[in-house]
């Protein structure tokens, strides 16, 4: 048997490693995200501070959409809030100032989880980190928006509007301000779904064929997340099915443009 028949083994690849990789212990990665949730904890504090300094504006922005509703039906007074236990008002505020600190500190606190995962990513999935943060972000603030300025006054006109002589309406804050911030966080999550399909796509999980081809049962799904996220009535329900399945043939559409680019020979 000659030199040239015997075939050498290539040793086994090994897989790469992120950059910057260090090894670590349990305990280690424990008391780096200790100290990590601690910075994010301490960033929220004045955040916090600064929603409970504006917390009756807080509280004015939250009931404005209620008030054309209630101009619109001619109902009797304005469209006032009220409580029946002593601590309600109270914990109102601080409920509505520890989600705005969330919010207004929302930076420094994806920043903490940002360095808390950093150290195990690769160059490329580094680089679409931030462009997929903002864009959560974005959207989310869109979802909120649409909410707030489109669907929320018109809905309150349709609940309201069967309330009569012997069925008056009167809001309570402890009915109110959680039905109220379940919504706006609902249609920011609705808004959230091209970003989700696009990561999908990216990360290789499924193709723009693939996502095209369950749109007919998306269509079915999203009919049925609507009616579970919303009060109910058929405007509300409408009003994010549509976004619903618009913004999923969005993020189909954002799926066949990545296909495109991964395919287009580098230069």
């Given at each position: 048997?000659?030199?040239?028949?015997?075939?050498?083994?290539?040793?086994?690849?090994?897989?790469?490693?992120?950059?910057?990789?260090?090894?670590?212990?349990?305990?280690?990665h424990l008391n780096e995200l200790r100290s990590r949730l601690l910075r994010a904890i301490v960033g929220m504090i004045p955040a916090v501070a600064i929603?409970?300094?504006?917390?009756?504006?807080?509280?004015?922005?939250?009931?404005?959409?209620?008030?054309?509703?209630?101009?619109?039906?001619?109902?009797?007074?304005?469209?006032?809030?009220?409580?029946?236990?002593?601590?309600?008002?109270?914990?109102?505020?601080?409920?509505?100032?520890?989600?705005?600190?969330?919010?207004?500190?929302?930076?420094?606190?994806?920043?903490?989880?940002?360095?808390?995962?950093?150290?195990?990513?690769?160059?490329?999935?580094?680089?679409?980190?931030?462009?997929?943060?903002?864009?959560?972000?974005?959207?989310?603030?869109g979802g909120a928006v649409f909410g707030y300025m489109l669907v929320f006054p018109e809905a309150f006109t349709v609940l309201l509007g069967f309330s009569?002589?012997?069925?008056v309406a009167t809001m309570f804050v402890k009915d109110y301000m959680p039905f109220f911030r379940r919504m706006l966080l609902a249609f920011g999550i609705?808004?959230?779904?091209?970003?989700?399909?696009?990561?999908?796509?990216?990360?290789?999980?499924?193709?723009?064929?693939?996502?095209?081809?369950?749109?007919?049962?998306?269509?079915?799904?999203?009919?049925?997340?609507?009616?579970?996220?919303?009060?109910?009535?058929?405007?509300?329900?409408?009003?994010?099915?549509?976004?619903?399945?618009?913004?999923?043939?969005?993020?189909?559409?954002?799926?066949?443009?990545?296909?495109?680019?991964?395919?287009?020979?580098?230069?």
């Amino acid at each position: 048997m000659t030199s040239e028949q015997i075939q050498i083994p290539e040793p086994p690849q090994l897989p790469p490693v992120p950059e910057e990789d260090q090894e670590m212990t349990f305990f280690q990665h424990l008391n780096e995200l200790r100290s990590r949730l601690l910075r994010a904890i301490v960033g929220m504090i004045p955040a916090v501070a600064i929603g409970w300094f504006f917390k009756k504006e807080i509280k004015d922005f939250l009931v404005a959409p209620l008030q054309p509703a209630w101009e619109k039906l001619n109902l009797p007074g304005h469209a006032v809030l009220r409580f029946s236990g002593p601590a309600d008002a109270f914990m109102m505020y601080m409920k509505n100032s520890l989600i705005a600190g969330v919010l207004l500190a929302s930076p420094w606190i994806f920043w903490q989880l940002w360095m808390f995962i950093a150290p195990g990513l690769y160059k490329k999935e580094k680089a679409l980190a931030v462009p997929f943060i903002i864009a959560s972000t974005v959207c989310f603030a869109g979802g909120a928006v649409f909410g707030y300025m489109l669907v929320f006054p018109e809905a309150f006109t349709v609940l309201l509007g069967f309330s009569d002589e012997t069925l008056v309406a009167t809001m309570f804050v402890k009915d109110y301000m959680p039905f109220f911030r379940r919504m706006l966080l609902a249609f920011g999550i609705v808004f959230e779904v091209p970003v989700i399909v696009t990561f999908l796509a990216g990360a290789g999980i499924v193709t723009w064929q693939q996502l095209l081809k369950f749109s007919r049962w998306w269509i079915v799904c999203a009919a049925f997340i609507s009616m579970m996220l919303t009060p109910q009535d058929v405007y509300t329900m409408v009003m994010m099915l549509i976004p619903l399945v618009l913004l999923y043939y969005v993020g189909v559409g954002c799926a066949y443009l990545i296909s495109v680019f991964q395919k287009k020979p580098a230069a």
